[in-house]
């Protein structure tokens, strides 16, 4: 990994990075865990679940081990009263067409690399027409660990056939920057949810609120021309 080596491919978080979506996401689970009679703070799932697998964040909710058909019906409720509360707001963070169809343009290679399950990548992907520019899309169901472990970022790189020292990963949550680190990938940390501080503690190389306002300097790198 390199400050210097221009990238080769861009790996995409999905939630809070191509959309702005997580307040949708923490208030899904907080109105699952009122229906469980449990009382969990808002910021814990900003915090403690964001870029977590569900196999990961409802164990840890219930303090319990969770049968697969018990994990599944609490997924489908809490994901699909995610989709109803944010399909009325469905739109992508600002620039990211533009920038897709930049980096497109200049022979990166591109991916999704999200925890969240299929039907949520379908419905942003599909809902906003985005998945035409992805060469693979990589999802929880591709490893048995979440963020902030690598491997939904390195089983990205393994699909486009680029190794990991020459991606870049556009990123939200503090989980998610250390996995982008420890696949040692250059991490772009986005504002939506998390403070820029917080970010660029986690180890993002450059935070950004949005797609149409990048850092001149990393916009320098990633398109390969010399800021004057």
């Known amino acids: 990994m390199s400050l210097s080596s221009r990238p080769l491919a861009a790996i995409f978080d999905l939630d809070g990075t191509l959309v702005d979506n997580m307040r949708f996401h923490v208030q899904a689970w907080v109105a699952l865990s009122h229906s469980l009679g449990l009382e969990a703070p808002a910021e814990r799932f900003e915090r403690e679940f964001n870029g977590r697998r569900n196999e990961e964040i409802l164990p840890a909710l219930l303090g319990r081990p969770v049968p697969p058909e018990e994990l599944a019906r609490l997924a489908e409720q809490k994901e699909s009263h ?125 935070v950004t609120s949005d797609f149409a306002s990048l850092p001149a300097d990393f916009d320098a790198l990633l398109f390969g021309y010399q800021i004057r």
Not at 140 to 163: I, M, N, Q, S
Request: aromatic share 6%; with cysteine.
């Open 82 to 206: 995610y989709r109803a509360l944010f399909a009325p707001h469905l739109a992508p963070l600002r620039g990211t067409r533009e920038l897709l169809v930049r980096l497109r343009d200049a022979g990166l290679q591109l991916a999704v690399a999200s925890a969240g399950p299929r039907a949520n990548r379908a419905f942003v992907l599909d809902g906003l027409e985005l998945r035409s520019f992805f060469s693979h899309v990589a999802g929880a169901e591709d490893v048995t660990r979440g963020k902030p472990a690598p491997d939904l970022f390195l089983a990205a790189a393994r699909a486009l056939g680029v190794e990991p020292a020459a991606c870049v990963v556009f990123e939200d949550a503090v989980h998610g920057i250390h996995a982008a680190r420890a696949a040692g990938m250059l991490a772009v940390g986005v504002t939506t949810l998390t403070p820029a501080e917080v970010l660029l503690e986690a180890g993002a190389h450059w």
